[in-house]
């Protein structure tokens, strides 16, 4: 048996950037680090682009993000020069 997916909502990377009072470009670039097992899912709809989304333990973990980076802003550009 498959298991069941307990997830009802998600939040878009819009609604997520202004309730964190951060710039939406910005937290797509952290949230660029998370997986699926992190909370992160893409929404599609009839265009070709899908929208980044988070469960509420996505969001939890965008906020440990969140302060990782914060306290380190290097950290992006050294992520960003490793891939």
């Known amino acids: 048996m498959a298991p ?10 819009a609604r997520v950037a202004a309730t964190l009072g951060e710039d939406e470009d910005w ?5 660029n680090e998370m997986d699926q097992e992190d909370g992160l899912i893409w ?19 965008l906020r440990e993000l969140v302060g990782m ?3 380190d802003p290097e ?3 050294r992520l ?4």
């Not at 069941?4 to 990377?13: D, E």
């Not at 599609?44 to 996505?58: E, I, K, N, R």
């Open 43 to 61: 929404v599609y709809g009839p265009g070709d682009d899908g929208v980044m989304a988070f469960t509420d333990f996505g969001i939890e973990t």
């Open 27 to 31: 937290l797509s670039d952290v949230a």
């Open 4 to 13: 069941t997916n307990k997830v009802h909502h998600v939040t878009t990377i």
């Open 75 to 77: 950290l992006l550009k």
């Open 80 to 83: 960003g020069t490793s891939e």
């Open 69 to 71: 980076h914060k306290a």
